[in-house]
């Protein structure tokens, strides 16, 4: 009894053993194949996730490339629009430019167009009272300045064929020639040291026109280099004569034909001869600052010819 009993132990307990072999072997199994599961799972959606932020870089680049090429385009046009602005202005500018070239027959003269002024040509010995008077050298300030001799300017003519016309010419391209003719005056080492400026301008009188070249008082005296810029001999000795700070409000207030300052009409250029101050026309506000102790009487009959010609009121004082 006691062997059978044994046996049937040991038989038990065998079974008992296999049974749990089996079940660790079975959770062995099913962990692995749960682990491959997640692992399918988790490369799925890893997968999934890189397939998304591609196609969301691409999307991206798509619309960087579409503002891009819309900026481009934009940019193009706008090019294009400030490339034909340019043109334009480039156009206006050199008609103005050339504007005192314009020729207009007599016949058209009957109807003046506004802008023009037409005048019978000046005597020749008004012309060289103007331009040819010699240079002098005031002696003390403004009241030692000689009255320059006066000359009426009402010789004109009514007959279309004795008449001419002229312009404003452009203020902007003669400055721009000045600074050109006197670019050597106008460095930084020449315009601030008096020796070197009366040197240098000494220099340059043989390539100056006869109206800018110095005269004897701009060669001995130290003034503003902006004054020798002036094609008026007289023009130039005066402003010297008055004193630096005078000279300089001058030159900044009014002399727009040497200063880049801003241009309220203070003085209006007729016709292409701008080296001729006969031509010259100072406004009435610059008249009534300047004028009789700086601009002479001869600067407002000046003044008062151009006036007649376009038909505006005579300034009083000057006849």
Known sequence: MMLVATETLHRVGSEVISVVAMSESGSEASKAAKKREYNRNAQRVF???????????????????????????????????????????????????????????????????????????????YVDSVTATPGYIPAGGPSALPPPAS?????????????????????????R?????????LEIPVISNPQSHLATLAALEPTLPNALKPTQLQLTTPHHAYIDMLPSPSLRDRLIAIGPANANSFLTEACIIACDIEDTGQMTIWGEDWLNDFSWEFSATVLE?????????????????????????????YD
């Open 177 to 185: 020639s000045l600074h050109q003719m006197f670019a050597p005056l």
């Open 151 to 175: 000359t009426p300017l009402s010789n004109t003519s009514n007959d279309p064929a004795n008449l001419v016309v002229v312009v404003p010419n452009n203020i902007r391209e003669i400055r």
């Open 47 to 125: 997968r999934q996730r890189r397939k998304e932020h591609l196609s969301n870089l691409e999307a991206a680049q798509r619309e960087l490339n579409s503002i891009q090429v819309e900026e481009v385009e934009r940019l193009r046009r706008e090019n294009q629009l400030l490339a034909q602005e340019n043109k334009t202005l480039k156009q206006t500018y050199d008609s103005q430019a050339n504007s005192p070239r314009l020729s207009v027959s007599p016949s058209e003269l009957r109807a003046p167009t506004a802008g023009y002024v037409h005048y019978s040509t000046p005597s020749v010995g």
């Open 289 to 317: 600052r300047w004028g009789g102790w700086l601009l002479t009487p001869e600067w407002g009959q000046r003044a008062n010819f151009w006036r007649r010609q376009r038909g505006a009121p005579v300034l009083p004082g």
